[in-house]
């Protein structure tokens, strides 16, 4: 039971930051217009609607426009996750779509961790020692099995 608590609250964290909407920022350019930067995770669909949505339906332009690999939560360092950011300002379209074109790494899974081979030491009879051997071998992804008889 003690495991399993830890385990439901990992999960639950989880869920949340997959499920987590686009984020949005505001702040005033130097023209004066208000730029608004949209974030958003796994697809720009919620990108575009959430830009429309700040515009109180209308139209709008991107003025910049990038994606990147982070993690669930923040994009901080490279991760699996891939972050689409745009910045729009309210008004007048110029008809250019986002390009989304990548900065820093591809996304990409954390390593896993590798065991280390275990090593057998068998120790061999004299009265077999002179004996035929035959060996197979067989390969499983970077383990090798050998059986000797």
């Not at 686009?22 to 609607?49: A, H, I, L, N, Y």
């Not at 426009?65 to 300002?89: E, H, Q």
């Not at 590798?114 to 120790?123: E, G």
Request: a positive charge.
């Amino acid at each position: 039971m003690k495991k399993l608590l830890p385990l439901l609250a990992v999960s639950t964290i989880t869920l949340v930051g997959c499920n987590a909407g686009p984020q949005v920022k505001s702040f005033t350019g130097p023209t004066g217009e208000t730029v608004s930067t949209v974030r958003c995770t796994r697809d720009t669909t919620p990108c575009f609607e959430k830009a429309s949505e700040q515009c109180g339906g209308g139209t709008y332009r991107v003025t910049n426009s990038y994606r990147n690999a982070g993690g669930l939560f923040a994009d901080i360092l490279p991760g699996p996750v891939t972050w689409y950011t745009m910045s729009v300002v309210c008004g007048k379209p110029d008809g250019v779509m986002p390009t989304f074109p990548l900065r820093g790494e591809e996304p990409k899974m954390p390593p896993m961790p590798q065991q280390a081979p275990v090593q057998h030491q068998t120790i061999v009879p004299q009265s077999i020692i002179n004996k035929p051997v035959n060996c197979t071998s067989r390969t499983s992804g970077s383990i090798i099995n050998t059986n000797c008889y």
